[in-house]
């Protein structure tokens, strides 16, 4: 048996996954136990929980693989100390930069002081850019495709081109600190007066509202030649990471100076994200072009940070050349760790063959029996429906917002329905409802629409698989109508199809929805509030279910109401 351990920490998003025999059994983000958005630190619960869930002993680990190389990014660094040092704080940012390396360096006898003297496995360091390609193409299940990776920064680089075969990577150009699409998006993010490394979504979203009145600048500031990212430092400096990221005076007087956060929100504002939204796309389409050009594959893998701006990938995918394209669901730094696990599989296991999984429903679980002790606990009153598909369906219908707990929890930013809210897509008003008084966050952000994949292409132009809300498609003109609330302004819509085979539950209450109404189509959106980690517990459930607008939560095979008296 091969068991190996991949993980990631002391950056952000800290996650962890298990491989056993070449397939996929766990992986979770440690944010969801802490209720911590991206935690960083060493995920201690996350190891837990995997091992835990495929009864493994840590004896019975083969291999440990971490997501970085930590002598690497020490290096790195003090070659880059130089620019740090003629700063204000630049050498507190140095140290705290080389102190993150020397933890990543101690991983070893961290994760033996947790597990026990009965783990044997040793850490191997897998590069950052390497883990996420790996990931990508495993998961994927393409036997070969072109590869592109970008984020904010790995060790040095900050995106590489490359072709996956059975024979491996080979890499065709990569890109190098500074030269940086994540920091660039995530400085914009912080001018805007959100939060870097945390809001870049919501750039996407305000992009929509926005004229690319000042793309001139923003193409000055980040453009891509054959193959490879240039950012423009004297524009932009980004030396010391993006909480000290700043656009020069000259880009401040064309564009503004930076947002105060919770002052108004102007087209000024807008504008802006909407210009350094394009130039990013511009980026990522020439990058992707490139690829096919010197790779001549006709399938696309993308990974890193950047790969969750799903505008980017929607762009990419009409207008590329690749046939199929494919984003890793978890993008983001929680994904390197099933591809840490992936490499070392395939250096050390080349004869046992690799399964890619057919979802992302790779968290936790509960029983029946324990999500009636919670409510039992909590004192809480439930209805067991003979049809709870049909109620669900039939409660949507009857515009009430509806709180799904279902099966495993995903795996990667993304609720895929077993962790989601639900609402009728044909309220136009309903998206103003969910997002002030359930989700609490600003009104310019979009929904998913979950729609049965079969029909699909009735309703978003060019959409035939995408289970993993990570494209955007545009709503066909004579659909919109039909679904006002998860249709963004520009008239696009980030889709998830959803299949029986991988989900019955969530297809079936689909599916009667479509049967009642003529729509295929629901409103889906995390299972949280603004602030907070989705759900993983039965307790995070019904927490959140009181602490909001939901007006119903299902937990199969139950149904909760907050006013007892509309049980029946």
Not at 395 to 410: A, D, T, W
Not at 438 to 458: G, M
Request: aromatic share 8%.
């Amino acid at each position: 048996m091969a068991v190996i351990l991949g993980l990631n920490c002391y950056k952000h998003d800290a996650a962890v996954a298990l491989l056993i025999d070449g397939k996929l059994v766990a992986a979770a983000e440690e944010e969801r136990f802490r209720r911590i958005k991206h935690y960083a630190n060493y995920p201690e619960k996350a190891v837990d929980f995997v091992l835990e869930s495929a009864s493994i002993s840590p004896s019975e680990l083969d291999h440990i693989a971490f997501y970085m190389l930590p002598g690497l990014v020490m290096r790195e660094n003090i070659s880059y100390s130089r620019h740090y040092l003629l700063k204000d704080g630049g050498i507190n940012f140095l140290l705290s930069q080389l102190n993150g390396a020397k933890k990543m360096r101690a991983i070893q006898t961290i994760i033996t002081n947790h597990l026990g003297s009965s783990l044997k496995a040793r850490v191997n360091f897998v590069e950052h850019h390497i883990a996420h390609a790996e990931a990508a193409c495993y998961c994927s299940g393409f036997e070969s495709a072109a590869v592109l990776t970008m984020d904010g920064v790995g060790e040095r680089d900050t995106s590489i081109l490359a072709s996956f075969t059975p024979a491996g990577l080979e890499i065709h150009s990569s890109s190098r600190f500074p030269n940086s699409p994540g920091i660039y998006y995530s400085a914009v993010t912080k001018h805007l007066g959100f939060i870097p490394d945390n809001d870049e979504y919501k750039i996407m979203g305000l992009s929509s509202y926005g004229e690319p009145e000042f793309l001139e600048v923003f193409r000055r500031i980040i453009s891509s030649t054959r193959g490879k990212i240039h950012l423009n430092t004297q524009l932009l400096d980004i030396h010391m990471g993006v909480h000290s990221a700043k656009f020069s005076k000259e880009v401040q007087r064309v564009i503004g100076p930076r947002r105060v956060p919770g002052t108004e929100i102007t087209s000024l504002h807008m504008n802006v994200a909407c210009s350094a939204q394009k130039a990013l796309e511009e980026v990522g389409l020439s990058l992707a072009e490139y690829l096919r050009e010197v790779s001549g594959m006709n399938r696309l893998v993308i990974s890193g940070g950047v790969g969750l701006n799903c505008v980017m990938n929607g762009l990419i995918e009409k207008e590329s050349g690749f046939d199929e394209i494919f984003p890793l669901p978890a993008s983001h730094d929680a994904g390197t760790s099933i591809g840490t696990a992936v490499y070392i599989h395939r250096k050390n296991y080349p004869e046992i063959p690799l399964v890619p999984p057919s979802s992302m429903y790779l968290g936790p679980e509960f029983s029946e029996e324990e999500i009636r002790d919670v409510m039992e606990m909590a004192r809480l009153g439930w209805s067991r429906p003979d049809d709870l598909v049909d109620k669900t369906a039939e409660l949507i219908e009857q515009g009430k917002i509806v709180g799904l707990f279902n099966g495993r929890m995903e795996f990667g930013p993304r609720a895929l329905g077993n962790r989601s809210i639900l609402a009728d897509p044909r309220r136009e008003d309903m998206k103003d409802i969910v997002n002030r008084v359930v989700k609490h966050r600003e009104s310019f952000r979009p929904f998913c629409p979950s729609c049965l994949e079969q029909k699909a292409h009735e309703y978003f132009e060019g959409c035939t698989i995408a289970r993993y809300m990570n494209k955007t498609y545009p709503v066909l003109p004579e659909k919109i109508s039909n679904i006002p609330s998860v249709t963004h302004v520009d008239g696009t819509a980030r889709v998830q199809t959803v299949t029986r085979k991988i989900n019955p539950f969530y297809y079936d209450v689909i599916d009667n929805f479509y049967k009642r109404t003529g729509v295929p189509v629901i409103l889906n959106t995390s299972f949280n509030v603004k602030g907070e980690p989705i759900v993983t517990t039965p307790v995070d459930a019904v927490r959140c279910f009181y602490g909001t607008g939901i007006d119903v939560l299902v937990m199969p095979p139950f149904l909760l109401f907050k006013d007892p008296g509309e049980r029946n």
